[in-house]
């Protein structure tokens, strides 16, 4: 069964903190895809990053970092010195192969995160 | 390169009555999706289309809701009479591929009174 948890509901930080946002997913394919996406107060939904199945490196992007290890299905993003404009709810998705073709993605409930100056 | 739009932007409505929610995807994306977000939810999938068929409308409430994309392009989905629990954020996401990134619209608010 395909399913994505995110147990954070909210989070609150300190401007500067370092922060991290869980993600555990379960799939019964060998392979699929991952996903982070932001939602800001404005509303839309913003892609931040994709990783297939079948590339556990970790990936650095400025003051984001994700984490990926399949020995516990996760898929955990840390934002290093956090600041006010990373306040935004954050969703971890997962795309899944369909049995009729093309990929099916879900989403977790998502983890609020605020910043506080 | 123009993101994908959506309107109307809020709608608000009485419930039996009907509303219709357009999206413009973006140009050359075979791949459009149309999600329902709850407040304080992730986006559950209504209905994706691939071109102008439909791969997945499994969660789509065939009683009162409907879509189409005409032409492979733009698309409709319309709720018809509209229940209390309607009131969501309708959100249209389009990909290039379906295990892709998806570029989602701004959304349309809709409250039913």
């Known amino acids: 069964a395909q399913k994505v948890t995110q147990a954070q509901t909210e989070i609150s930080v300190v401007e500067k903190e370092d922060v991290t946002l869980d993600c555990v997913y379960e799939t019964r394919d060998t392979t699929y895809y991952l996903f982070w996406y932001k939602q800001p107060p404005s509303g839309e939904l913003v892609f931040l990053i994709r990783r297939n199945s079948f590339d556990e490196q970790n990936e650095i992007s400025g003051r984001y970092s994700w984490n990926f290890q399949k020995s516990t299905s996760s898929f955990n993003f840390t934002i290093t010195a956090s600041q006010v404009v990373d306040s935004a709810v954050y969703f971890c998705?997962?795309?899944?192969?369909?049995?009729?073709?093309?990929?099916?993605?879900?989403f977790g409930a998502g983890t609020r995160l605020f910043v506080k100056a | 390169e123009a993101g994908v739009a959506q309107s109307p932007r809020y709608k608000i409505i009485e419930k039996r009555q009907s509303v219709a929610f357009w999206c413009n995807p973006i140009?050359?994306?075979?791949?459009l999706y149309w999600y329902q977000q709850i407040l304080g939810q992730g986006p559950k999938l209504l209905i994706q289309f691939q071109n102008n068929g439909v791969v997945d409308d499994s969660q789509l409430p065939k009683d009162r809701f409907s879509a189409e994309r005409l032409k492979g392009v733009d698309s409709t989905l319309k709720i018809q009479p509209a229940k209390l629990e309607d009131s969501a954020v309708y959100l249209c996401?389009?990909?290039?591929?379906?295990?892709?990134?998806?570029?989602f619209g701004p959304g349309t608010r809709l409250t039913v009174l």
């Open positions: 996401a389009s990909s290039l591929r379906t295990n892709g990134e998806q570029f």
């Open positions: 140009s050359g994306h075979a791949t």
């Open positions: 998705a997962l795309s899944e192969a369909r049995n009729t073709g093309g990929f099916k993605t879900i």
